[in-house]
């Protein structure tokens, strides 16, 4: 087996194990809405939020470096 496979079955074993710990209801206050879902999933959909937040400002960064100067 290669080290990242390896790395990457730890990492799911990982993830796999924080979602069971975490499995107990929360409620989520936006604005006027209030949400009920498991503490993983709000620490999942946060996450990925972010993740694609960042992508985008990233893409944004390198458009600008990209354009010629007028």
């Given at each position: 087996m290669s080290v990242k496979l390896i790395a990457i079955i730890v990492?799911?074993?990982?993830?796999?194990?924080?979602a069971i710990q975490n499995?107990?209801?929360i409620v989520l206050n936006f604005l006027f809405w209030?949400?009920?879902?498991s503490s993983?999933?709000?620490i999942l959909v946060s996450f990925v939020i972010g993740l694609l937040?960042?992508?985008?400002?990233?893409?944004i960064g390198r458009m600008?470096?990209?354009?010629p100067m007028s």
């Open positions: 990492l799911l074993m990982l993830l796999l194990i924080f499995i107990q209801p209030k949400i009920s879902t993983v999933v709000s937040t960042g992508c985008l400002l990233m893409m600008k470096k990209k354009s």
